[in-house]
């Protein structure tokens, strides 16, 4: 039986293979106890229309079954860390024809906010090196990087706008065809000029006010950079949508289409 299937396999070619093997998970029973984890530790799962809890469910069946987790830092990473990483995560992928995070290889924990050392430019053409305490990271060759503290705290306020599982994944979506530019890729062409201009817009006026010493919605870090702008509209987008409809109608408009869900309503 396993001769067949790896056979079948072969013959599908490996994105088919993929698919064929992530629509079994789908199907796969959903245990009760992750249930009771989302129900006690992450408020916004019982907002969700059921339709959108479903959909959250099974998507989450596909990350954890694709997804290593590995406990960093002497970190022994339980059913909890793993359920509430995914869940947070999968609600990026709640689009009725999303599919997974396609680059995504592992997910590394740490028991606390690290510490990350590197060279980045000094804006006079030469390097700096810089030391830097995270609570999370994106790399482009599908590891996300999470610091536990900063996922159960992001889950348990589900409105105060900040949550590192959906700024990483965010990344991740970014960079699957190369380094983050705040434009993941939208499907087709079309759908582009649409959100430069409300990217564009709402980046410009974001910086502009930082510029002039203004608090913004998006704040200082999301105008450092259109990769964390997206990154960072994306955590208001879900945890603050009515701030977010107010302030760039547009930003909101393009974002509820990318991520095929509309966070006003729940
Ligand atoms: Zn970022």
Redesign the pocket.
């Known amino acids: 039986m396993l001769a067949l299937t790896a056979l079948v396999g072969v013959f599908l070619g490996p994105a088919a293979w993929r698919r064929l093997r992530q629509a079994r998970w789908r199907q796969q029973p959903f245990p009760t106890t992750w249930r009771r984890i989302l129900r006690r530790r992450w408020p916004l799962y019982a907002r969700l229309p059921p339709n959108l809890q479903a959909r959250l469910r099974r998507q989450m069946l596909v990350l954890l079954a694709e997804t290593p987790f590995v406990g960093c830092n002497g970190l022994a990473v339980t059913t909890e860390m793993r359920v509430l990483v995914a869940a947070q995560a999968a609600l990026l992928r709640l689009r009725d024809d999303a599919g997974s995070f396609p680059n995504l290889r592992e997910v590394l924990l740490y028991p606390a906010a690290f510490v990350v050392d590197r060279t980045v430019p000094d804006g006079a053409g030469l390097w700096r090196s810089e030391r830097r305490v995270q609570s999370g990271e994106s790399w482009q060759r599908g590891q996300v990087i999470l610091s536990w503290p900063d996922v159960l705290a992001g889950a348990a306020d589900p409105a105060d706008g900040e949550n590192v599982v959906i ?1 990483e994944f965010a ?1 991740q979506l970014d960079q699957q065809r190369g380094a983050a530019t705040g434009a993941p890729f939208l499907g087709h062409r079309d759908r582009y000029p649409g959100w430069a201009a409300a990217f564009g817009t709402a980046f410009a006026e974001t910086r502009q006010r930082e510029a002039a010493g203004q608090r913004t919605l998006i704040g200082a870090y999301g105008a450092s950079a259109p990769a ?1 702008f997206f ?1 960072v509209a994306s955590e208001r987008f879900f945890e603050c949508p009515a701030a977010l409809a107010q302030a760039h109608p547009a930003l909101y408009h393009v974002l509820s289409v990318y991520y095929g869900v509309d966070p006003l309503a729940w």
């Open positions: 700024h990344h964390e990154a």
